[in-house]
């Protein structure tokens, strides 16, 4: 050894001898005049210990008595063994080696042999801090946890509290800070998505290369074969050869957002062990807040950085490691539950704990109660929770934001209100109540509705109502569909044909599983006209009849995780396939039932997430009618090009799931098969604020329709030669806004070429 590197040694052995179980701060940088961090190099002491540099090439490490750091290695650099001011910690740059690569063979073999073959259950204890200049947002979990070959990953919450907040809404149960399993497709930190390095499917999007090598260890550092990509990680990975499985990972970004997230495994199980996570605000173009709604509260970055961010620790340990082919998953197939939402956890219970972090303090208790009260944060995270699912809370009401305005050709401005009770009322019973008002057509409508909770684990109300209201004709509903929220509904603006209804019935609501749904409905219907139409039936013109129906429909997410919180359940995370299945009867005779006819309708969504950030979707729906039915029940493709001359006369709001060069009431159908195909590419990030995606569309839909001549006073096509269009959509040009282009071509392309051009606009916004 040269003289001057052991003198450099001795030093630095002396200088971290006497810091000796205290912290070492120092940064590593290349020896380059710009003198640039270098993140992810891993410092190796003589008890082969190892520490990483975070992401900004910064290092914080405590040594034990008569350790010190021998050396630092790190990918495309010379490794370092003797320095003389850990302060800061120079490396040179050096040509990168190609047979230091790790073959994606290898990968995928560590990754399989990672968790060992078995049950397990354990426990958790978390703590998530935001601090910022304002408040401190804390939040604590402890939870029993099994991991099942049969249910997957459950969690039992016994206890979950934000400090200053004395009730707990869903989403502090729902909300995930980062994913438990490195080996799934995607890793979700934050509810942003990244590509998971560890999974086979991804390790294409990755490099991986040894860095580090002994008879005991493995350091392998991974990036993205793709520079800049910002759904990627870099990072390291230090694996245990006498096991085969990861002792410790690291991974960082530095882009929209920052983060630093380090997880120490179990060499027993494989299994988690201990996560440190850090965010912090980054170059910006997209929000991140834990409740959202604008509030500073939970919030680290707007989506154009101020100044005035804030940090996320995150920090989780795992214990009571029990591996057993006998542990039995949770009783019900849910996700996450927590059955006492409304206890209060004291600081009493988390200082039991024997860890340190779970059981620290808040030193401004009384200036974060003054906050909260002065911010009314409380009632807005409240709001902001029923917010989501469209309803704004006023007392024991939620209001139904859906219902206060809608638009079209046939009652002008249709300006209601509809409210329902909430949890505050009851957790048993619900009562709600809904009326509207035409400008155009001056009526009124309105409705009446109550229901039962029977059992809360399966979910199954029964159900009253009255409604006295108007519905598209043609307009095929299925009961199970999730109650979607948006600001309007674009199809509703250029419908013109509807029919009156006054209906009243029962359904049962009730869930087999959390992920099959079911409602079976009956009603009684008195239908009559908005227009001149008739239904010719054994001779008889009918233009007022009265229905009696029977109607069950089930709804299948298997790839949907649902949480139960007190005595309700909530969708927890949304993956496809979505299965709709429903079956109609409608019986003559029956309470002066006039007609016999039944409905088949069944639709599945498939959605694919691409690892370079793009997107693609698939509808696919059948429905199927027969016996006596009149028009108004059939089905129609859901058309939204409105029945005027010229292509911008017919500029309007192009909708999610529409045919936007269908004229309305230009086809009906007794028999229909539609598919809807898009392709949405990665957002262009031309600034924080504009990032517009394209979407490319093509959209397929074939029909028939049976004895069109018993429908009188109206003429319409039918779609037995196919129906064709295709198109793109520019969405987020400016403040959620965008344009939409769609062309009809094929079988039913018209002879005028303006006629078969939709140019609309788009609206997507996302609070």
């Known amino acids: 050894m040269k003289i001057q590197h052991f003198l450099g040694l001795l030093f630095c052995i002396l200088v971290l001898n006497v810091q000796a179980q205290s912290p ?59 320095f003389q001011d850990v302060s800061i910690i120079k490396m040179t740059p050096k040509p990168l080696d190609d ?67 004395s009730e707990v809404v869903p989403k502090m149960v729902n909300k995930d800070i980062y994913s438990f399993n490195w080996f799934q497709t995607f890793i979700e930190i934050f509810d942003e998505r990244f590509i998971s390095p560890f999974n086979k499917l991804n390790a294409i999007n990755y490099e991986f290369y040894s860095i580090f090598e002994n008879s005991d260890t493995k350091i392998i550092g991974f990036e993205p074969l793709l520079k800049g990509f910002q759904r990627s990680f870099q990072g390291v990975l230090i694996l245990d050869k006498s096991t085969s499985k990861f002792k410790r990972i690291q991974a960082t970004l530095d882009a929209d957002f920052r983060l630093n997230l380090v997880t120490t495994f179990d060499l027993e199980t494989g299994l988690p062990e201990k996560t440190d996570l850090g965010i912090y605000p980054g170059t910006g173009g997209i929000k991140l807040s834990f409740f959202g709604g604008g509030m500073s509260f939970g919030r680290i970055q707007k989506k154009n950085p101020d100044g005035e961010e804030a940090e996320l620790h995150h920090q989780q340990v795992y214990y009571d490691n029990k591996a057993n082919d006998t542990i039995s998953p949770f009783p019900k197939s849910l996700s996450k539950i927590l059955e006492n939402k409304n206890e209060i956890i004291s600081e009493e219970f988390w200082s039991n704990f024997d860890y340190p972090f779970i059981k620290e303090k808040r030193e401004n208790v009384e200036e974060l109660k003054a906050y909260i009260e002065e911010e009314n944060i409380e009632n807005r995270v409240k709001r902001i929770s029923a917010f989501d699912a469209g309803y704004f809370p006023i007392s024991i009401f ?132 908005t227009r001149d139409y008739a239904f010719l039936n054994d001779g008889n013109l009918f233009e ?167 429908h009188q006073n109206i003429a319409f096509n039918t779609l037995s030669q196919g129906y064709n269009e295709a198109g793109f959509e520019l969405n987020k040009l400016f403040f959620g806004f965008g344009l939409s282009f769609a062309y009809r071509y094929g079988a039913y392309h018209l002879p005028n070429l303006e006629d078969n051009i939709s140019f609309k606009f788009t609206f997507y916004l996302k609070l």
Request: charged share 20%; no cysteine; aromatic share 14%.
């Open 398 to 529: 939620d209001v139904d934001l859906t219902r206060l305005f809608k638009a079209n050709n046939y009652e002008g401005l249709r300006l209601g209100l509809g409210v329902i009770t909430n949890q505050s009322f009851s957790e048993k019973f619900r009562l709600g109540a809904f009326t509207a008002y035409g400008t155009q057509d001056t009526n009124f409508k309105y409705g009446f509705n109550g229901g039962m909770l029977l059992d809360s684990d399966t979910g199954t109300w029964l159900n009253a109502f009255y409604d006295n209201d108007i519905e598209e004709v043609g307009m095929n509903n299925y009961l199970t569909d999730q109650r979607v929220y948006t600001l309007f509904e674009p199809r509703l603006v250029n419908i013109t044909f509807f029919y009156k209804y006054e209906k009243y019935g029962l359904s049962l609501q009730h869930n087999f599983t959390p992920q099959l749904i079911s409602e079976f409905k009956v009603d009684k219907n008195r239908i009559s006209q």
């Open 544 to 710: 007022n009849y009265d229905l009696t129906s029977a109607t069950f429909g089930l709804r299948w997410t298997p790839n949907y995780s649902y949480s139960k919180v007190g005595k309700r359940i909530y969708v927890n995370n949304a993956f496809t396939p979505v299965v709709s299945a429903q079956v109609s009867q409608s019986f003559e005779g029956v309470l002066d039932g006039d007609f016999s006819f039944t409905k088949l309708s069944a639709k599945v969504d498939y959605d694919f997430s691409h690892s370079w950030g793009s997107f693609s979707s698939i509808e696919l729906g059948g429905d199927l009618g027969f016996g006596d039915i009149p028009l108004m029940h059939t089905f129609h493709s859901f058309p939204n090009s409105p029945n005027k001359e010229g292509v911008f006369n017919r500029f309007s709001v192009a909708g999610v799931k529409s045919f936007e060069t269908m004229y309305f009431n230009e086809f009906f159908s007794t028999k229909l098969a539609t598919l809807h195909l898009k392709h949405r590419l990665a957002p262009f990030k031309l600034s924080n604020t504009i990032q517009p995606e394209l979407v490319l569309i093509s959209r397929y839909a074939i029909g028939d329709f049976e004895n069109p001549e018993n």
């Open 24 to 82: 070492v701060t120092g940064k590593i940088v290349e020896d380059t005049s710009g003198e640039s961090f270098i993140a992810n190099a891993v410092l190796i002491t003589n008890q082969q210990r190892y520490f990483f540099s975070n992401y900004k090439g910064e290092f914080t490490i405590t040594l034990q008595e008569g350790e010190v750091v021998q050396q630092i290695v790190s990918r495309g650099h010379e490794s370092v063994t003797s």
């Open 99 to 165: 047979s230091s690569r790790v073959g994606d063979d290898e990968i995928d073999l560590i990754a399989e042999n990672q968790v060992i073959p078995s049950n397990f259950s354990f426990k958790s204890l978390s703590k998530t801090s935001i601090t910022n200049s304002k408040s401190d947002f804390v939040l604590r979990k402890a939870i029993d946890l099994r991991l099942t070959n049969k249910e997957g990953l459950q969690q039992k919450l016994d206890a979950v509290s934000v400090d200053g907040l």
